[in-house]
């Protein structure tokens, strides 16, 4: 099976601009979860779908929205970015059992 | 409150040496727990995960580890590190109850080799 896959890599930005990441889960997942990766804060949960519904939610503004289709694919957003959104994303499938693979990650670079 | 702690915020030794990880969560319901390894610019690998029964769990490239359900610790080992095992390394915990699927990480091991 393919892994799971995120696009684009890499993303440069400037303040006040949104950006859209892309999430492929790997085939038959259903759940996707976003994590947001910082040298100051390390690995934050963001939040997680399962089945199209939003199904926790992390400690982040309402700038950072997400959603998911009837594929599976997820995608999330973040609306007027700051300096402090550069980050590296990533986003994990499951199946069950809370075991979750991760994509690559996209690295967000703020300007 | 549900935290992972890694007290070691960098570890160095040498090839062909042994290594421990530690980790101690706290959670208050029943955990399932992660050990997670991160190469530069990558994403996170899985190397192995506890959810019951034995509590020394083996892993891929000969990582192990032991929960210790007294000491709320989740400690990773590895008998003779190798070159390419340089690299970041987290601990994570989440829920057995499968209600979610989201992970509290720790801040993460960085692991240096040296020949």
């Known amino acids: 099976k393919a892994g799971v896959t995120q696009t684009p890599r890499y993303l440069i930005k400037t303040r006040g601009q949104q950006v859209t990441l892309s999430c492929s889960p790997i085939?038959?997942?259903?759940?996707v979860s976003w994590y947001q990766q910082t040298p100051g804060q390390g690995l934050q949960f963001l939040f997680e779908y399962f089945s199209e519904t939003q199904r926790n939610k992390g400690n982040f503004p309402g700038r950072f929205s997400g959603r998911q289709f009837s594929n599976s694919r997820s995608e999330m957003n973040v609306s007027t970015l700051e300096l402090g959104d550069s980050a590296l994303y990533l986003c994990?499938?499951?199946?069950?059992?809370?075991?979750?693979?991760f994509g690559p990650g996209t690295r967000l670079t703020v300007l | 409150a549900q935290s992972v702690t890694q007290p070691d915020i960098h570890i160095t030794v040498s090839e062909g040496a042994s290594l421990e990880l530690r980790c101690n969560y706290s959670y208050g319901a029943t955990p399932y727990l992660f050990w997670y390894v991160q190469s530069p610019g990558q994403g996170l690998q899985l190397l192995l995960k506890y959810f019951s029964g034995d509590t020394l769990v083996q892993g891929i490239k000969g990582f192990e580890a032991e929960f210790k359900r007294s000491q709320s610790s989740f400690n990773l080992r590895k008998p003779s590190v190798h070159w390419s095992d340089a690299a970041e390394y987290f601990c994570?915990?989440?829920?057995?109850?499968?209600?979610?699927?989201?992970?509290?990480f720790g801040t993460g091991t960085l692991l240096a080799v040296q020949p």
């Open positions: 085939s038959g997942h259903r759940s």
């Open positions: 994990a499938s499951s199946d069950r059992d809370n075991e979750q693979f």
């Open positions: 994570a915990v989440g829920a057995a109850s499968g209600a979610t699927n989201k992970l509290i």
